[in-house]
């Protein structure tokens, strides 16, 4: 199974005691520096995500999508990250914020303003230009989603190309979600390829609502022009689980 040690290590400090490792993973643990902390983030992408990377966040309308970023979120604010949000309007930004908050479990709730900050995008030429401006003030931003910013600046590829060129020269790290359609012909990546996005991020997951509260993220890790076949997760929303069974199988 290609999951990194560090991250079946911590994933129990990650989410707290209540939240810990499942036992399927708890039997796969291995033993390797203790000092490195992983987070959401890099269990999603298999480890090793670092400063200035991009992950790609597809699926369909409805599919969970939001839902992990706001996890993502609530993990890097607990580890006392400092967070942009990039939502489509005011009353979504000031909605997901809420949801961010009410995820996190080691920092006080007050401490949240200081690190989660939003930004929505409107109908204007400047929005774009204001948003690579903000993206050197923060350690971590998340758009959600790149259709709606692409529908003030006119164009998917060179909006994600041009925000994460700003992000890698700040050592930002970026996190976007794309719709796609849920479609036995077209794949998700497919549909990415066919939209001149699947080489930009350096990580690309497709999100599926497999049931209720019940996400499953299929993964790849892209290392120039050769895509890497990770290992697929199950989500689960409620208790923040994550696991490379399904629960059917067991």
């Known amino acids: 199974m290609d999951m990194p ?12 005691d209540r939240r810990g490792l499942p036992k399927c993973l708890r039997e796969l643990r291995r033993s390797e520096d203790p000092h490195i902390d992983a987070s959401l983030l890099e269990i999603l992408t298999g480890g090793g995500f670092s400063p200035g990377e991009s992950l790609l966040i597809a699926g369909d309308f409805g599919s969970g999508k939001s839902s992990i970023c706001h996890q993502i979120l609530a993990g890097l604010i607990d580890q006392g990250g400092s967070c942009l949000l ?3 309007s005011r009353t979504s930004a000031r ?27 409107m109908d204007d030429k400047n929005t774009y230009t204001r948003l690579m401006g903000a993206v050197a003030d923060y350690s971590f931003v998340c758009v959600d989603s790149l259709d709606d910013l692409a529908s003030a600046t006119g164009s998917l590829a060179p909006t994600f190309s041009g925000l994460q060129a700003a992000a890698r020269r700040n050592g930002t790290s970026l996190i976007v979600t794309k719709r796609t359609k849920e479609n036995p012909i077209a794949t998700y990546r497919q549909q990415l390829r066919s939209e001149a996005l699947i080489g930009i991020p350096d990580y690309v997951g497709g999100v599926t609502r497999e049931g209720d509260g019940l996400l499953s993220w299929d993964r790849l890790r892209l290392k120039g022009k050769r895509l890497e076949k990770l290992v697929p997760l199950y989500f689960n929303v409620q208790s923040n689980a994550v696991s490379p069974w399904s629960p059917w199988e067991r």
């Open 5 to 16: 040690a560090t991250v079946l290590d911590h994933f129990s400090h990650v989410f707290g």
């Open 95 to 121: 909605s997901a914020s809420r949801q961010v908050t009410k995820l996190l479990t080691s920092r006080p709730r007050s401490q949240a303003a200081n690190l989660l900050h939003t930004f929505f995008v």
């Open 86 to 88: 990039v939502s489509p």
